[in-house]
């Protein structure tokens, strides 16, 4: 509305009228106008059986039974201890403040709450407003409080509003259900998973909306002065916060928070509150994510923080949601990969800053729908997946945005994916900032990729990182590539960093092209080409693959570069120098961009000609291709006391 002051406001809708028009009453039923369709609900159509529904959030606040509270009392701290923090029994009796709590008082409204094993609480299309009390431990909307198993336990159909200290919280609960509630106005996280163990509770078809600017006076939702900063403040605010990725959240449509949905390890990793030090949360399993809309939000809406790579463990509901911490194992006894692959599945993210996570393994987004956040997806680490196959994204709609793909270890697969309009690719996201990373060479690999919409020849496609590294190369089954799209020319199936020029010499010069080549052959200018691609790059229409080296007891002060020379027909037709590089004290070696084959031949040594250690690790591709598809081979001669031609 003109004259709106960029937050929500409460009106009366007293009908409909002609050309989609809302008829608007004041709180004291005066007529105030029309409002033209802003809030028009649009299926966009996204991919094969496949739409997002982009809307704004218009929710139903009244409700027959009401339970509210005076109006919030702001009442001063009572220092209890002289250092340290009181105990919880303290901070859940009256307001209690220390040294680093960022608080002088408290601000009060009324709680519900079930506590203790064998409580039940049934809570069900009920208004509940004026709740919440700010900085006094436990005193929340709803509070389901150590249940233990509670099926019983239904928060459904409830609307929820003018919260302090966030709306529902799950703690130490398992196998209730929050469906259909709604929720406005609710300071701090809406939906709240405490501690960690929380299992299998079914969070459904909620709605929860901040109506304030983040860049306003209440920063959104946000709230200092509470337990938990993370979940509630400028930090990490989110309409889903879960310390346990153990319950199902589905159909639920959070608005204008700082995060849509939150599942955070970081700074908890081994649980929280009355299960610190009994968690694994790392690797815990994910229960399912599907069919949830966040859009609006101004940091995430999907997030996943900060290192989540499921395992098989036995953490169950009999152990209260505890594992066994010795079955927190990366690998199992007969030395396999014990990672228990997850799907996100169905749930749309728009009009947000970011959507994805740091680091986060067996991890797969499947009919994903990300249209105009900033990042598109932003993911720095991942592992290839425990049962071999699967892709990372998969039958997804992604339109105007950046991809900050990763830089982690191994081969990132995205698969039946349609970009429409202005996307762009970030190669190895974040590598070698801190100790984020590991080579930075991953392998993106597109398997049947679709582009659509439009595209400025002013605008870039990707960007290269570091170390020389990242390919972007198509599937097997796709490399012909006769028609081309906005990111692979016609003809070809891989791009590759500038700097890998000694590829330009195999087949005598048919198989790869510097970017000037290639905008002759496509009849473009040199120049506005090569920007597509972050200055130049290489393209071959041969497959290419990682080749790396493990190294140990070097240091960016005390190293040695490596060569790889490239031989065909018996006769050397070039040669690139491997430069050392490290990520941390742990992390270091060598790695190239090289084309599979036995066609040619590929021979490894140390500058010079002089040996490898015989202790360094050597890789080259990665399983899932011979998995999926045929298994890739080179034949490479190392320099040393390996004594012997390689073919792998």
């Not at 599945?345 to 249209?371: C, E, K, P, W």
């Not at 796709?478 to 016609?490: I, R, T, V, W």
């Not at 040619?600 to 690790?617: A, E, N, Q």
């Amino acid at each position: 509305m003109s004259g709106s002051s960029g937050n929500a406001e409460d009106f009366t809708i007293e009908g409909f009228d002609a050309d989609n028009t809302i008829k608007l009453l004041n709180k004291d039923g005066t007529s105030i106008g029309f409002i033209s369709s802003v809030f028009e609900s649009k299926a966009l159509f996204t991919g094969e059986n496949m739409s997002a529904l982009i809307q704004a959030e218009v929710i139903n606040l009244s409700r027959n039974i009401v339970i509210t509270g005076d109006d919030f009392q702001h009442v001063h701290c009572v220092n209890d201890v002289a250092d340290g923090r009181p105990p919880d029994r303290i901070q859940a009796d009256h307001c209690s403040c220390w040294k680093n709590i960022n608080r002088n008082q408290c601000t009060l409204g009324l709680h519900t709450v079930a506590i203790g094993t064998g409580s039940v609480l049934s809570l069900q299309y009920t208004r509940i407003e004026k709740c919440g009390q700010r900085g006094i431990l436990g005193k929340y909307c709803v509070h389901l409080h150590l249940l233990s198993k509670c099926p019983e336990c239904k928060i459904i159909g409830n609307a929820f509003e003018y919260g302090h200290q966030r709306g529902t919280t799950i703690h130490g609960t398992h196998l209730a259900t929050i469906e259909n509630n709604v929720y406005n106005d609710i300071r701090g996280a809406i939906i709240y998973v405490e501690d960690g163990n929380e299992m299998y509770n079914r969070i459904f078809y909620n709605v929860g909306i901040c109506p304030w600017a983040k860049s306003g006076e209440k920063r959104g939702c946000t709230i200092p002065g509470t337990d938990n900063d993370q979940a509630d403040t400028t930090l990490n605010q989110a309409g889903l916060w879960g310390l346990s990725f153990t319950n199902y959240a589905i159909g639920n449509r959070f608005a204008n928070n700082y995060n849509g949905m939150l599942y955070q390890e970081q700074g908890f990793g081994d649980g929280r509150g009355h299960v610190s030090g009994l968690e694994c949360l790392s690797f815990q399993q994910i229960g399912r994510l599907e069919g949830n809309t966040f859009h609006g939000c101004g940091r995430f809406g999907t997030y996943v923080l900060a290192s989540v790579f499921p395992k098989t463990t036995d953490r169950s509901i009999d152990k209260n949601g505890l594992p066994t911490l010795s079955t927190c194992q990366e690998w199992t006894t007969s030395g396999e990969d014990n990672g228990l692959p997850a799907t996100f599945m169905h749930n749309i993210d728009y009009d947000n800053v970011f959507v994805g996570q740091y680091n986060a393994g067996d991890l797969q987004y499947r009919f994903h729908t990300s249209i105009n956040n900033n990042n598109l997806i932003y993911w720095k680490e991942t592992k290839n997946f425990q049962d071999g196959c699967s892709s990372h994204i998969a039958d997804s709609f992604y339109d105007s945005g950046n991809l900050a793909l990763p830089g982690g270890h191994g081969t990132f697969i995205l698969e039946n994916m349609i970009f429409n309009n202005q996307v762009h690719f970030e190669s190895s996201h974040h590598c070698n900032i801190g100790v984020t990373g590991v080579l930075c060479m991953p392998t993106y690999v597109f398997v049947n990729m679709k582009w659509t919409g439009v595209i400025s020849d002013q605008s870039s496609l990707l960007q290269w990182g570091p170390n020389n590294g990242a390919m972007f190369t198509l599937g097997p089954d796709d490399e012909k590539n006769l028609n081309g799209n906005k990111l692979f020319p016609a003809g070809f199936c891989s791009i590759v960093n500038p700097y890998w020029t000694y590829l330009l010499a195999l087949d005598n010069g048919a198989s790869c092209f510097s970017s000037n080549d290639v905008a002759n052959l496509l009849g473009q200018d040199s120049v506005k080409f090569a920007r597509k691609y972050d200055g130049g790059a290489i393209f071959c229409k041969r497959p290419v693959r990682r080749l790396e080296i493990f190294s140990f007891n070097q240091n960016p002060a005390n190293h040695q570069t490596m060569q790889l020379e490239l031989w065909q027909f018996d006769n050397l037709i070039s040669s690139v120098t491997l430069k050392f590089f490290q990520i941390g004290d742990r992390k270091q070696g060598y790695s190239a961009t090289v084309v599979p084959g036995l066609d040619h031949k590929y021979k490894l040594s140390m500058t010079g000609g002089g040996d490898v250690s015989p202790d360094w690790i050597i890789e080259f591709s990665d399983p899932v291709f011979g998995n999926r598809w045929k298994r890739d081979e080179i034949d490479l001669v190392v320099a040393g006391t390996f004594g012997l031609e390689i073919i792998i």
